[in-house]
Nanobody, 124 residues
Framework: QVQLVESGGGLVQPGGSLRLSCAASGRTFSTYGMGWFRQAPGKEREFVAA????????YFADSVKGRFTISRDNAKNTGYLQMNSLKPEDTAVYYC?????????????????WGQGTQVTVSS
């Protein structure tokens, strides 16, 4: 079992920044990758970004490429999503998730564990 707790969401003006954190506990030694997904009201969940725990490979959705970065601190079992130049369309509940097996990073259905989500609202 892996437990995930997100934090760092909130209200920010357009053009602003936020950093989301995802703290993992439990059997984290088996974690292959960590991903961030988001879901806006009335819309389906979408992939945002992902990173492998054992390397530096990262992958981003086109909608956030160049604005968001993803990183992790394995010693702290924590992943981060740095969000810059935020836009109103980035408003959503953001979820972190982990993969405990090798699978495509952008496929949410492949992820084994999910956090409870944190709200990000971009508005003036």
């Amino acid at each position: 079992q892996v437990q995930l707790v997100e934090s760092g969401g909130g209200l920010v003006q357009p053009g602003g920044s936020l950093r989301l954190s995802c703290a993992a506990s439990g059997r984290t030694f088996s974690t292959y990758g960590m991903g961030w997904f988001r879901q806006a009201p009335g819309k389906e969940r979408e992939f945002v970004a992902a990173i492998w725990w054992s390397g530096s490979f990262t992958y981003f959705a086109d909608s956030v490429k160049g604005r968001f970065t993803i990183s992790r601190d394995n010693a702290k079992n924590t992943g981060y999503l740095q969000m810059n130049s935020l836009k109103p369309e980035d408003t959503a509940v953001y979820y972190c998730a982990v993969l405990t097996h090798i699978a495509p990073l952008m496929k949410g259905d492949e992820y084994d564990y999910w956090g409870q989500g944190t709200q990000v609202t971009v508005s003036s």
